[in-house]
């Protein structure tokens, strides 16, 4: 008897537990991959058909939600978060809708990756145009950003898109293109997720081709020089380098790979099979020695060289070449995170602006900055929000720092400093990582800034489409 | 409760607690934030139960492990149902003491039972059979739980443990002439 009691009353006591617990995790809580803002939000909402996402927004039209447009959410500012607001999550609406091999055109819904791409259309010898240099990201999310890559011959991701549809703010179902809407399709691309939910995109594509990789090693001093050599040679198809961010060749020491096509193509007879992540503990291994201290940053700067001294002549496709690993960067800490920043300045100025940029950061000790890789972005003026004003190098940069309220101040001085010296030079900044620059700098980086949220508002008067971006950077 | 029941219950609890402890630095990551809060979290767990036991082991004399056993099921089983619920790190230093309480109760019947049944001749046998189902139990509970937090959230695995708890407490204190905690 007594145990059919207990048992009663623990029946009790368990649904109560159930109920407050469900009660106070009514809001899911949201962060982006930094980890730097967790946003309380009222609700994820996914859909896998236009009409679902329709009727997703009708309803937060109807209630007065916000809604905040989310991919894999890498960017790293609250891109895809908003208090209380909906989070449409775009992963699930992710099909491959058409693909037509002859005329090298693919049509996917926005949350399909990169990746998903590259499995469709890999087994008929085609590839991206442009790509970040990782697959892991949507289509939706790279759009949103103008994203580039190691990609140097087919400008920017702007012009490979052929036409989109999006979803305005009152649900209904425009067609983009460079003709079509082109004024919405200018600042949708590029547009931080503000314009309207991208549904489908239609994507033009390139041959898949065989690459041979050259690596070697330079100073700084001679990087511009020779870079404008190297991309006279049309055979060139992509590039990448990095610069020394151990202190015994802090900003001197450089080393570049490019990716040339090789003469005989025949030796691609059938396309190369996709390569899987493989080897990542070695990579994590010595990242993780740079986080430590300076000798491990030593010791991860002679790893990278060593590696692309080993790849030198190796060939490789080219769709195999934008699915660089991304795994081994996955980091799990509870106090720290990671974060990216990247600055573009023009390729004329490169030798000058590291000058400035070593003086900047000679005094920050507790920067604990571990890879700075370096690309190439033609000039291209097409998305309102562009960072490429002319021919530019742009530098990515990996960061470690603390989540608590006095790392993200002591990152965010260095960080503003960092993109001082960067606009003196004439350059810009990338817009998608976390809120550390200011909105003058914002306004200096992109002189159409001001135009870019009038339309903002033009196009969405009732800002259903928010984020912790706009709201922050606003005019 | 006869010996083959005793085992099956301490397969039981055996699981159900094997089964929160690696996930509950998953919980700690959420309210806390640090590793140092985590080995607080232990520390204290570890401490009250060493303060305990010489109370409980004398209690266990008085009114025999069934009991025992009775109370540390059913204390599992409703502390487990506040794990979710806390979202303060004082809140998981809490329920840690009373978890080290319950914990230490465990300990020492787990070890009366045995010692009061197995017979000396054959102690390493018997004893070494209970650990083999004991432990196969508790490796499964690890494993498929590191497939159930994929699925469901950390504070589904509290409630999941707490019920299996419950269930043990249930059968304990199902009557059975033989078994009181004395030698059959
Ligand atoms: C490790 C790492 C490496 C990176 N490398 C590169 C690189 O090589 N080159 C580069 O250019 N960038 C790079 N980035 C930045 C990256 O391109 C952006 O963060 C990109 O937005 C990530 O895509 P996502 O799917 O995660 O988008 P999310 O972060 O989910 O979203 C980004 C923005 O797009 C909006 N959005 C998403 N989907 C839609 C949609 N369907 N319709 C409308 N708006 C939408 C969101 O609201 C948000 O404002 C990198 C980032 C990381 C973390």
């Not at chain 1, 400008?155 to 009152?170: C, K, Q």
């Not at chain 1, 590029?190 to 314009?195: D, E, I, V």
């Not at chain 2, 985590?38 to 401490?47: C, E, I, M, R, S």
Request: hydrophobic share 40%; proline share 3%.
């Amino acid at each position: 008897m007594k145990r059919y009691f207990m048992l009663m009353a623990y029946v009790l006591i368990f649904a109560a537990s159930l109920h407050y617990f469900t009660d106070q995790s009514a809001g899911p809580t949201v962060e982006d991959r930094s980890r730097l803002l967790p946003v309380k939000m009222k609700a994820v909402k996914a859909g896998d058909s236009p009409s679902d996402i329709q009727q997703i927004v009708r309803d937060a039209n109807a209630a007065g939600d916000e809604i905040a447009i989310a991919g894999m959410q890498h960017s790293q500012g609250g891109h895809t978060e908003y208090p209380d607001g909906i989070l449409l999550d775009m992963k699930p609406y992710n099909e491959i809708l058409e693909f037509d091999a002859e005329k090298k055109t693919i049509t996917v819904q926005s949350g399909a990756t990169w990746g998903d791409i590259q499995e469709h259309i890999n087994p008929s010898g085609l590839a991206l145009k442009v790509s970040q240099s990782q697959n892991i990201f949507t289509v939706g999310g790279s759009i949103s950003v103008n994203a580039h890559g190691l990609d140097i011959r087919n400008h920017g991701l702007i012009d490979t898109i052929e036409s989109m549809r999006l979803l305005d703010a009152t649900g209904t179902i425009l067609e983009l293109s460079a003709d079509q809407n082109s004024e919405l399709f200018k600042a949708a691309v590029g547009g931080y997720g503000l314009m309207g939910v991208i549904l489908d995109v239609t994507l033009k594509l390139t041959d898949d081709a065989l690459y041979q990789i050259e690596s070697e090693q330079l100073r700084y001093d001679e990087y511009s020089d020779y870079f404008k050599e190297k991309i006279k040679n049309d055979q060139v198809k992509m590039h990448l380098a990095r610069i020394s961010i151990s202190p015994e060749s802090f900003l001197e020491e450089m080393y570049v790979m490019n990716y040339s096509e090789v003469a005989q193509q025949d030796l691609l007879t059938e396309p190369q099979k996709l390569k899987e992540e493989t080897l990542i503990a070695v990579p994590k291994f010595f990242l993780g020695l740079a986080r430590l201290n300076d000798e491990g940053k030593e010791a991860f700067w002679k790893t990278q060289k060593t590696y692309a001294e080993s790849v030198d002549g190796k060939k490789i496709s080219r769709n195999n070449v934008m699915r660089s690993d991304s795994e081994f960067m996955e980091y799990s800490h509870p106090k720290n995170t990671e974060v990216l920043q990247e600055y573009f300045v023009p390729v004329d100025n490169f030798e000058a602006y590291i000058d400035d940029l070593r003086k900047t950061l000679a005094e920050e000790e507790s920067f604990n900055l571990l890879n700075i890789t370096i690309r190439y972005v033609e000039e291209n003026e097409k998305a309102v929000l562009s960072y490429a004003k002319e021919d530019m190098f742009s530098l990515v940069l990996l960061i470690n720092q603390g989540t608590d309220s006095q790392s993200i101040e002591d990152t965010g001085r260095v960080i503003r400093n960092m993109i001082d010296v960067t606009l003196d030079h004439g350059g810009s900044y990338y817009l998608p990582y976390y809120g550390y620059p200011t909105k003058e700098q914002m306004a200096e980086a992109y002189p159409r800034t001001k135009e870019f949220f009038e339309l903002k508002r033009k196009y969405d008067p009732k800002e259903r489409f928010m984020n912790l971006f706009y709201e922050e950077y606003k005019q | 409760m006869n010996y083959k029941r005793f085992i099956v219950y301490q397969g039981a609890i055996g699981m159900a607690s094997t089964m929160i402890f690696p996930f509950y630095i998953l919980l700690i990551n959420n309210v806390g934030n640090s590793y140092s809060q985590f080995g607080w979290a232990y520390g204290l767990f570890a401490l009250t139960a060493a303060i305990c036991y010489p109370f409980i082991g004398k209690l266990a004399d008085k009114v025999g492990d069934k009991w025992l056993l009775g109370v540390y099921s059913w204390g599992m089983a409703l502390t487990l149902l506040f794990f979710p619920l806390a979202n303060e790190i004082w809140h998981v230093y809490i329920l840690q003491v009373i978890m080290g309480v319950f914990g230490a109760v465990q300990r020492n019947s787990e070890k009366t039972v045995l010692a009061r049944h197995v017979i000396k001749e054959t102690a390493g046998k018997e004893i070494g059979k209970y650990h083999i189902w004991t432990s196969i139990a508790a490796a499964a509970a690890v494993i498929g739980t590191g497939y159930l937090v994929d699925f469901f959230t950390i504070s589904s695995i509290f409630y999941i443990a707490s019920a299996v708890f419950a269930w043990s407490g249930f059968i304990v204190m199902k009557k059975e002439k033989q078994f009181s905690g004395l030698p059959e």
